[in-house]
């Protein structure tokens, strides 16, 4: 038998229903290797293998009394750290939340323990998601387990080299701008943003409210459906969730492509694309192109604006959102003797790291009487002209092929005194955040360094399937995906 | 162009005690950010009505029923500092020297 953490999340599913695996025997698989190899990746700020290794004996008790079992039934999942767990740090990795015990569950994390997941650890993270390489967290950097001397992406950095270095065979990450996509395609998994509504927000902290979501993260295609399935629907707690049924995205995986077409955007093949990622996702079109799919050329205008009118977007919100952080209600309070304004301002100096000041600033200053014209409004109608660039796509074709990202994993503290170079490196994510739509980002080979190259399709709004449907192919006749680093 | 004067004004609306080194080094990075943030001028949004929000929200309403919620212990637990049942903050008025 494979070990276990070369194996899927449905194949240690079959295992425990044959009687081959134990849930007990899975956690202690993975919490072995976690012991062992997460020294050098740090993807985890905290692991509870006492409450997880508790869920899963209870899990096999209830399997061997004949109860049903949940859909997740005895798998361990990784939760990026800005998704709350009643009695459970979470951090955000900053240093205001440091010892933040939540008083509830989020939504995301009811689902998974009602499916009987084994809730495993909490990943590293960028500073409240701020950053596209998990370096601006305050604790420490997650390392790529391609190559340790990489950053493995941002923000869900921790959760994505979870998965890759086979710490978990399933993990949950949040995307504001590509915080899931990005991470995923740098360390060679699978990565999905949900269309903006389709997984409940409630109990994840926020920072862009018109643009964050609760992304799935998984190995292959049928994992991430399954993931998919139990997080998605609505939830009356999250007044921006979207009041449709969610289908059952396995059962939808196996359904045809037939006549599908796939508009490929010449402006996401334009300067700054890496060579050798240029090269692998123009095999993967010719492999979809074999595979019977039409392959239209299309236009995204206003793609180059993408980075501009989010950075506008994405810190205007989080410098509102940021608001709650006083030193007052929870977190971090200066030990200072102010009067009240300097026990804020003091608290908040102290507590945020250099990016989230950054963002705090910015998001400020493009609100502030006098600018809010000139940039905040300005960048929400770069953003409708973005949207308009893919409704028009949408009468010519059924997803959008291109890249994930321009280049593939950068060194660790290649880009940290560059902000605006580290902002460049999610052109190919943001405008799906933007927009609302769904994207997924799936592996479709290596660069002449050995690193995994993301390939990413996008799919009009509430057409995860789709996406599904076309990594489905990809994965069935190609093998990237089962590809490991050596660790 | 984002100078000192202004960080500091932005650093006081966004309640942020930055240092004088943080001041330097914001107003150098800002502004080369804000810089790339201009080619949105490139764009003409004559006639483009603002997009807020992904979807078409209305507001949702609910029953106006009592429904499980926080506790005041639970919702107090993470307070730096509380004291009988409230959070506990430095006074909001300062008293001292207009007593006089």
């Given at each position: 038998m494979k070990p276990v953490h070369h194996q899927s999340a449905c194949e240690l599913l079959q295992a425990q229903e044959a009687g081959e695996l134990s849930a007990v025997r899975i956690t202690e698989a993975c919490l072995d290797r976690i012991g062992k190899l997460d020294g050098s990746v740090h993807a985890f700020i905290s692991v509870r293998p006492e409450r997880a290794l508790e869920q899963a004996k209870s899990i096999d008790e209830r399997r061997r009394r004949g109860e049903k079992l949940g859909p997740l039934a005895g798998l361990p999942v990784a939760l990026k750290d800005n998704m709350c767990t009643v009695g459970w740090e979470t951090t955000c990795a900053s240093k205001i939340l440091k010892n933040f015990k939540p008083p509830y569950d989020a939504t995301v994390v009811e689902k998974l323990r009602a499916a009987d997941a084994v809730l495993i650890g909490k990943t590293n993270m960028d500073e409240f998601a701020f950053g596209s390489s998990t370096e601006s967290s305050a604790f420490f950097a997650t390392r790529n387990p391609w190559d340790l001397g990489r950053?493995?992406?941002?923000?869900?950095?921790?959760?994505?080299?979870?998965l890759s270095a086979g710490f978990v065979p399933l993990a949950v990450g949040s995307s504001t701008g590509g915080s899931v996509r990005q991470p995923a395609g740098f360390c060679g998994v699978m990565g999905l943003k949900p269309t903006y509504g389709r997984v409940s927000r409630y109990g994840l902290i926020a920072f862009g409210s018109s643009l964050d979501q609760i992304s799935p993260l998984a190995r292959d295609v049928r994992d991430l459906a399954l993931l998919t399935t139990v997080v998605a629907g609505y939830d009356s707690r999250d007044s921006t969730c979207i009041n449709a049924p969610a289908p059952d995205y396995v059962a939808e995986l196996d359904e045809p492509c037939d006549g599908m077409k796939l508009g490929v955007p010449a402006e996401y093949f334009a300067e700054g694309l890496d060579a050798d990622v240029a090269e692998r996702i123009t095999e993967a079109i010719a492999t979809l192109d074999e595979l019977?799919?039409?392959?239209?050329e299309i236009r995204l205008p206003h793609t180059k604006y993408a980075i501009a009118s989010y950075y506008v977007v994405a810190t205007a919100e989080a410098s509102s959102n940021l608001a709650r952080f006083d030193g007052v209600h929870y977190g971090h309070r200066t030990a200072e003797k102010t009067g009240l304004v300097e026990l804020y301002s003091l608290s908040r100096e102290e507590g945020f790291g250099d990016e989230a000041k950054r963002r705090i600033m910015l998001g400020t200053y493009a609100l502030s009487s006098g600018y809010y014209d000139a940039y905040y409004l300005k960048a929400l109608k770069v953003r409708r002209r973005m949207k308009e660039d893919f409704d028009r796509a949408w009468q010519t074709v059924d997803a959008v092929l291109c890249p994930t990202s321009p280049t593939t994993a950068f060194r660790i503290?290649?880009?940290?005194?560059?902000?605006?170079?580290?902002?460049?490196?999610?052109?190919?994510?943001?405008?799906?955040?933007?927009?609302?739509?769904?994207?997924i980002s799936m592996p479709c080979?290596?660069?002449g360094s050995g690193l995994p190259v993301g390939l990413q399709v996008m799919a009009p709004n509430l057409e995860e399937s789709r996406l599904f449907r076309v990594a489905r192919a990809f994965q069935s006749h190609t093998d990237f995906h089962l590809s490991r680093p050596d660790l | 162009m984002i100078d000192e004067k202004e960080v500091q004004h932005v650093a006081r609306l966004a309640r942020l005690k930055l240092s004088s080194e943080e001041l330097n080094r914001f107003s150098s990075q800002l502004s080369k950010i804000l810089d790339y943030i201009g080619q949105l001028n490139e764009v003409d949004t004559s006639s483009v009505e603002p997009m807020s929000h992904p979807l078409d929200l209305v507001n949702v309403f609910r029953a106006d029923e009592?429904?499980?919620?926080?506790?005041?212990?639970?919702?107090?637990?993470?307070?730096?500092?509380?004291?009988?049942g409230f959070f506990l903050v430095p006074p909001v008025l300062e008293w001292g020297s207009s007593e006089e």
């Open positions: 950053v493995p992406g941002g923000s869900s950095g921790g959760s994505a080299a979870a019977g799919f039409e392959i239209v503290g290649e880009l940290v005194d560059d902000p605006l170079a580290m902002y460049l490196s999610d052109i190919f994510t943001v405008p799906a955040n933007m927009v609302g739509i769904p994207g080979g290596f660069d | 009592v429904k499980p919620s926080l506790s005041r212990e639970d919702a107090l637990a993470g307070a730096p500092q509380k004291r009988d």
